[in-house]
């Protein structure tokens, strides 16, 4: 684009989380990948943290000129400003408007999964990726269940897995694994009519899925590695009751803004289920708090707010260089001249 368009002022978002160097030397097109990216104007990462790990990467495998305090790189004669935009969800948003009160949604999906109504229930919602962590996620409903023996019969927890890549082995032989392991929970804990672990790998329509945010009494994001993560904060948007505990892995990017979640490392089990047993427990009082807090970060900071950022970020620097353009003009006309 800027061979062909060497004027353009042209705007990068980079979705997934950026590696720190060490891991992304690993890649054979390495030095391709940043000299591609560098042809932007501006390039936005979800966190601050990965824009460091780019300009680290750069840093390391480019020959090239960083001013780290304006957070931008100097490379074969052009300037690329890096920036951490991060992304949200809509707020407000028609879809959930659309869905029943937060009280009619948990009669009903209670109903639906024939749990007693002093039930507990923890949902989570990812698709079937390694770096969603649902592994780790069940392995702490298990610690959970062993731990706080009150909660067992009265604690189900609820994954919907949307399959993705299933024609890749790796991907399939997640999904046998993520069967296997709710199963053994099941058999370890369940009885005839109470299952720990509700296992649903299908794709939901968005409607659905605010559903079960209204309904659970926790929302547990186990991510792994997660440049941001929007199920955290589809969960905040969904929860007008001011109800609710987010419990959320420190590894997403949406672990640097909503501080009043309980944020936990997903691979120990310890911290993880006490986490989600004092959210279970948690006062009504306290989830209020805590939720109306995410709730007006969530609400500020909107999915329109962040593209704005970066539109009027763009339009800025577009700005910038027409004035610096014209002043160049005119200085080489004066200097014609003399």
Not at 219 to 226: A, M, N, Q, R
Request: net charge positive; proline share 4%; hydrophobic share 40%.
């Amino acid at each position: 684009i800027r061979e062909r368009l060497p004027r353009a002022t042209i705007l990068t978002f980079w979705h997934i989380p950026w590696p720190n160097a060490e891991s992304f030397g690993i890649c054979p097109w390495r030095e391709d990948i940043l000299q591609g990216l560098l042809g932007s104007s501006i390039l936005g990462f979800h966190t601050t943290y990965h824009c460091n790990n780019f300009l680290e990467g750069v840093d390391r495998f480019l020959e090239a000129r960083l001013d780290r305090e304006r957070i931008l790189v100097v490379h074969q004669g052009r300037t690329t400003r890096v920036r951490a935009y991060p992304i949200s969800v809509d707020w407000p948003s028609g879809e959930i408007e659309g869905v029943p009160a937060p009280g009619r949604c948990r009669a009903e999906l209670f109903e639906e999964l024939r749990l007693a109504p002093d039930a507990l229930l923890g949902v989570g919602v990812d698709r079937m990726d390694y770096t969603k962590g649902i592994e780790e996620k069940f392995l702490a409903v298990e610690r959970v269940l062993e731990r706080f023996p009150d909660l067992q019969g009265r604690f189900t927890f609820l994954q919907i897995a949307a399959p993705t890549r299933s024609k890749i082995e790796r991907y399939q032989q997640l999904a046998r694994d993520v069967e296997k392991l709710a199963h053994r929970v099941n058999e370890r804990f369940g009885r005839a009519d109470y299952r720990p672990i509700v296992l649903c790998q299908s794709h939901r329509e968005r409607e659905e899925v605010y559903r079960v945010y209204r309904a659970a009494d926790v929302c547990y994001v186990s991510s792994l590695h997660d440049g941001m993560n929007l199920v955290a904060k589809e969960f905040v948007a969904a929860r007008s009751d001011g109800k609710g505990v987010l419990v959320l892995s420190h590894f997403t990017g949406a672990a640097r803004e909503l501080a009043e979640a309980l944020i936990v490392n997903p691979y120990d089990l310890d911290e993880a289920s006490a986490a989600l047993a004092y959210a279970l427990r948690m006062p009504l009082e306290e989830q209020r708090e805590r939720m109306r807090s995410l709730r007006l970060l969530v609400a500020e900071f909107n999915v329109f707010r962040w593209a704005g950022r970066m539109l009027e970020d763009a339009g800025k620097l577009r700005k910038r260089d027409r004035i610096a353009s014209r002043l160049m003009r005119r200085r080489t006309s004066l200097e014609g001249w003399r």
